[in-house]
T-cell receptor
């Protein structure tokens, strides 16, 4: 069964903290994505990766960075968390058939 | 530019049929996806249309008209568990890793 897991379901951090969100997929997919989801705005792409150590900016990369050291793991990093980064963060990986599988999401609150 | 529109919310009655529309204007088109998302959970895949026409999968059907930039998701014999947000997405955008471009989602409430 397809599986995308994220390290935390809920996270509370303070402004200025460095935040790591981890995502792991067990399907040997090459393409992985980080989205954020906000009411009224839908899902927006932050970063994506199409191979180990390869990363590309999505539509809203400012304030974020990513790391892909192993094929199965794609990490999202908030270098210095701010209140406007309070959101639901969703990781996804993509099959060769174009379907994207999503992780359960991490609801991050920045105080 | 990229624009995907779908109604913000809809209400329907248990046992009824509901149609959720989606219109899109995108610079390229490779297919249209529908996802279901229950509150607090991950989106789950429902359908993927590449060619014009209707695709049926149990109680759910999805229709695509590429010339009109239009799709709909049809849910029959509604059940209370169908209360969820339904996301329309266009893609994959191959020169951006196969990303999907999402609409805002339609919040469907099924009433008894």
């Amino acid at each position: 069964d397809v599986k995308v897991t994220q390290s935390s379901r809920y996270l509370v951090k303070r402004t200025g903290e460095k935040v790591f969100l981890e995502c792991v997929q067990d399907m040997d997919h090459e393409n992985m994505f980080w989205y954020r989801q906000d009411p009224g705005l839908g899902l927006r792409l932050i970063y994506f990766s199409y191979d180990v150590k390869m990363k590309e900016k999505g539509d809203i990369p400012e304030g974020y960075s990513v790391s892909r050291e192993k094929k199965e793991r794609f990490s999202l990093i908030l270098e210095s968390a701010s209140t406007n980064q309070t959101s639901m963060y969703l990781c996804a990986s993509r099959t060769m058939g174009n379907e994207q599988f999503f992780g359960p999401g991490t609801r991050l609150t920045v105080l | 530019g990229q624009n995907i529109d779908q109604p913000t919310e809809m209400t329907a009655t248990e046992g009824a049929i509901v149609q959720i529309n989606c219109t899109y204007q995108t610079s390229g088109f490779n297919g249209l996806f529908w996802y279901q998302q229950h509150a607090g959970e991950a989106p789950t895949f429902l359908s993927y249309n590449v060619l014009d026409g209707l695709e049926e999968k149990g109680r759910f059907s999805s229709f695509l008209s590429r010339s009109k930039g239009y799709s709909y998701l049809l849910l029959k014999e509604l059940q209370m568990k169908d209360s969820a947000s339904y996301l329309c997405a266009v893609g994959p955008v191959y020169n951006q890793g196969g990303k999907l471009i999402f609409g805002q989602g339609t919040e469907l409430s099924v009433k008894p």
